[in-house]
């Protein structure tokens, strides 16, 4: 598997790190608040986060009485932010490939992931590998860009705007056809993969998985105010698929 | 629930009837051979097929060596045509809505249902009512109207091309406004629903389903040679989606 590590990219990082300075971002206001409302009782429980970034999802953890976190991110500068401002005793932090899960010891009640599985290549072989770290009863968590985001070679997709600059429509291609993009974010060449609904459900259903919940969020009234157009462009088009499986 | 009969008005009927008089149509092309392939084995099982139509999946259930078939239509004028065609000592035709179907004693190892879903309003209501006709160890196969066909209001939609008329990309809207759809189809007025890809998942999932295999159809090299485009046209856009749900 490609080992991609854009996050330690000095341009990536410093667009990202102004990104997430305000709260008036779609992740503070839509994907945080969805994904959150999904979380199962952590209280006396091992969660293992996958993309875990700066680390303030395990921190969240903690105060909601995990037992023990483990962070993983492949981003060095990631985790020194995440060792600076999330730093908890019961929480560890792993410089890995979140793709390399299966050398783990330990098993775990939660995994959780935020915004990173879109850059997964091999999905199917991942959720087996996930799927094997959970305990029985254990939940899969996690939320990544909107199969519809996702889809467009070159990420050539757009909003059609009235002559009022009222949002319309939007414009997609090559849903049905799953794979690799080559995306600019902040740099050039920016690789994730595109998966259909139905790749993504295959995949977790073929590890074992039982689907709990699928979550395509909308924004609420303090996102409508903090961002100005959200509500009409997510009503178009979802920017984020959140799904919540169980290992029975 | 409002009881929608679109079928028995003469000029869709004779509409209807003209689509699929010719197998260069996409149900026959695409829709049918992606949904037989997820059949499971229904030798010496119990069949209820919801939108029977025309019968010819109920003829093809016994072929099969169903033990028994319920077909079950809204349209009087479909019925006679599958009381004519399709008619077996093992197959029950009954003129009734679909979502009707509590009121049946029998319980079923398969329901099935082809392109008939998206007329139904209460989807999770209905999905309980399928989950309890079904013996332990039965399946729920159904395709519906993808949730891209479905999303635009009055089915303003479209597809883009370049001046040379290749398929170049999709433009909707309100895929994440789930709820009615007025539509034009041979007639005005008529009337689905629009749901999106979570609320489809959430409503079996509730009902007590386990998710087996979610399928978005790619044409195969013979739908290729029959429809002109199609293969650009799915390439970019699913027009169908299926869904094969387990009783536990």
């Given at each position: 598997m490609a080992e991609q590590?854009?996050?330690?990219n000095e341009t990536f990082f410093g667009g990202y790190r102004e990104l997430r300075?305000?709260?008036?971002?779609y992740n503070e206001q839509l994907e945080q608040p969805a994904i959150a409302e999904l979380l199962p009782n952590i209280y006396g429980k091992s969660v293992l986060d996958l993309g875990c970034g700066y680390g303030h999802n395990c921190i969240d953890f903690v105060k909601r009485g995990a037992l023990n976190v483990v962070g993983i991110d492949i981003s060095k500068k990631m985790l020194e932010v995440a060792e600076k401002?999330?730093?908890?005793?019961k929480i560890t932090y792993l410089n890995m490939n979140m793709t390399d899960i299966s050398i783990l010891a330990q098993k775990f009640d939660l995994i959780y992931s935020s915004l990173a599985f879109h850059y997964v290549d091999d999905f199917a072989s991942f959720a087996k590998d996930m799927y094997s770290l959970l305990n029985p009863g254990g939940y899969l968590l996690f939320s990544q860009e909107h199969p519809l985001v996702t889809a467009t070679y070159g990420g050539n997709h757009h909003y059609n705007k009235d002559e009022k600059g009222n949002y319309l429509s939007f414009t997609f291609s090559n849903y049905n056809e799953p794979g690799k993009r080559d995306t600019f974010w902040y740099v050039d060449g920016v690789e994730k993969y595109h998966r259909r609904f139905s790749d993504i459900i295959n995949a977790l259903c073929s590890a074992g998985f039982i689907i709990d919940t699928v979550c395509e969020p909308v924004p609420d009234t303090k996102a409508t105010e903090k961002i100005p157009n959200i509500l009409a462009k997510e009503q178009i088009k979802p920017s984020f698929l959140i799904i919540k499986a169980k290992k029975v």
């Open positions: 590590n854009i996050f330690d300075a305000t709260d008036a971002n401002e999330s730093s908890d005793e």
